[in-house]
């Protein structure tokens, strides 16, 4: 059995100075926990982030990653060189990306086929809007963004793999779902997931975000299917981090 992953998703914020005051807390408060720490920082900051980490209790990610793989791409960070700079996870298809920065479910797929082949744990974010969900389409959503996602990937699926329920209209919006909703979304995705592969999905961790807050966590994680968070606005205060982490609570290990 894994243990819970909290992952934080600093977006475009903080500064080196910032952030590395940051994950010193982080660091500092992340000795007892009972779950994986994860904290995925913009491009810049990982060097000297997985400096800072040197084997501590922090587990260092990335927000994104080229869906090529090298060569003459301007910009592009490809999943060799997040592996070569200290990185164990990268986030695949976070809505910002595909809403923001048309990644198509294509574009996603091959992303997360390079994480894959590079070692990385990729954590794909999935998700339905609110006229999504309003109009009963949730499961619809969810399995055709996974059927795009993980059915071209070879087999056997690669146990590296995570997956993030992100419902659109929670993120960012303080409205998060509840832990009713959240858990019948997480079994709904665990039983796509073994349709596609059906070894791999009783191991594959299953991430909820959309404001988890230390409020709303225990509650949230203690669901049978949650496998963890993924967290953005509240990973910019290592309190409030590091309170969500420690509501994952040893029983449920
Ligand atoms: C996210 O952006 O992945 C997220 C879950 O954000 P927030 O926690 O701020 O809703």
């Known amino acids: 059995m ?32 009972a779950c994986t720490l994860v904290v995925c920082a913009p491009h810049v900051y990982l060097a000297p982030c997985a400096r800072r980490i040197n084997g501590g209790g ?8 080229s869906a090529r793989n090298g060569g003459a791409y301007t910009g592009e960070i490809s999943a060799a060189m997040l592996a070569e700079v200290g990185c164990q996870y990268v986030i695949v298809g976070h809505s910002e990306r595909r809403r923001l920065y048309q990644d198509s479910d294509e574009v996603v797929a091959r992303k997360l086929g ?8 990729p954590i794909l974010c999935i ?14 959503v969810l399995a055709a963004q996974l059927q795009a ?35 019948a979304a997480h079994q709904f995705i665990r039983c796509e997931v073994g349709r596609i592969y059906p070894t791999a999905s009783a191991r594959i961790p299953i991430l909820y ?12 994680l203690a669901m049978p299917d949650v496998d963890g968070g993924l967290v953005g606005g509240a990973s910019l205060d290592a309190a409030d981090f590091l309170a969500i982490a420690r509501a994952v609570n040893l029983r449920d290990q």
């Open 114 to 121: 390079n994480a894959l082949a590079a070692g990385l744990a």
């Open 58 to 65: 922090v587990r260092l990610g990335a927000q994104d990653l």
């Open 209 to 220: 975000g959309g404001s988890m807050k230390p409020e709303n966590a225990a509650a949230l």
């Open 149 to 183: 996602a993980l059915a071209s990937q070879p087999q056997p699926l690669s146990q590296q793999l995570v997956i993030a329920y992100e419902p659109v209209w929670a993120i960012g919006t303080g409205l998060s779902a509840t832990p009713e909703v959240v858990q």
């Open 127 to 140: 998700g339905e809007t609110m006229a999504e969900h309003q109009a009963g389409r949730t499961h619809a």
């Open 2 to 33: 894994h243990k819970k992953i909290i992952a934080g998703n600093w977006k475009m914020h903080g500064s080196l100075a910032a952030n590395e005051r940051l994950l010193d807390l982080l660091l500092a408060g992340s000795e007892d926990l």
